[in-house]
């Protein structure tokens, strides 16, 4: 399992690790700064993923039902990511 931490962009200083649940292999962040959320992929269980770091909760907002492979999960990042 492998984790998500909170990174200050000016320092370099690691705040704190995230509470992200199960992520196996998250890979292509995106974050939302107005809704503060962050979202990823993890290719190994192909899901896309937002935490809020707002109420500290991490939700699953998608799974590929067909484990068509990790195809799907990174063209469902890149869409994500040229969203926000």
């Known amino acids: 399992m492998r984790n998500i ?3 200050d962009a000016t320092t370099g200083a690691t705040h704190k690790l ?8 998250p890979i292509a962040l995106a974050y939302d700064s107005t809704a503060r959320m962050l ?3 993890d290719v190994i269980v192909k899901t896309v993923n937002r935490y809020s770091m707002v109420t500290n909760t991490s ?5 590929d039902p ?4 990790k195809d799907v999960v990174q063209s469902v990042s890149f869409i994500l990511n040229s969203l926000l």
Do not use: C, H, K, S
């Open 5 to 7: 931490y909170q990174v």
């Open 18 to 25: 995230l509470p992200l649940g199960t992520a196996y292999n």
């Open 39 to 41: 979202y990823w992929t």
């Open 59 to 63: 939700v699953m907002i998608y799974r």
């Open 66 to 69: 067909f484990n068509i492979g």
